[in-house]
């Protein structure tokens, strides 16, 4: 059975720096775009960044270039997003998703081709 578990999650100071981290089982990681998203309160879902089968090719939100960086472990069967320089707006749960057929950019832009996903960690940037 294929799942995603997210952990990594909590409490961090704005300029602060977390890393969330996704933990994947039950399929092959390497066939598979994985992608961070995430929802504040009051906000829909968007995709933060995500990540190609084999790391060619990444996508950044806007809101999070130079900020955020997404890495992948397929043998430990890992997805990461390391978080730097964290604002306030960067409040809220993180998902993580598998797609197939889909390309980083309409991933994380449209959802496309996600199939499954993890039940989410707490990012809370306040002072």
């Known amino acids: 059975q294929l799942e995603l578990v997210e952990s990594g999650g909590g409490l961090v100071q704005p300029g602060g720096s977390l890393r969330i981290s996704c933990a994947a089982s039950?399929?092959?990681?390497?066939?598979?775009?994985i992608g961070w998203f995430r929802q504040a309160p009051g906000k829909e879902r968007e995709g933060v960044s995500c990540?190609?089968?084999?790391?060619?090719?990444?996508y950044y939100a806007d809101s999070v270039k130079g900020r955020f960086t997404i890495s992948r472990d397929n043998d430990e069967k890992m997805v990461y997003l390391q978080m730097n320089s964290l604002k306030p707006e960067d409040t809220g749960v993180y998902y993580c998703a598998a797609a197939l057929g889909a390309t980083v950019q309409s991933m994380c832009v449209r959802s496309h081709g996600t199939r499954y996903w993890g039940n989410g960690t707490l990012v809370t940037v306040s002072s």
């Open positions: 990540i190609s089968g084999r790391s060619y090719h990444l």
């Open positions: 039950g399929f092959n990681l390497d066939d598979y775009p």
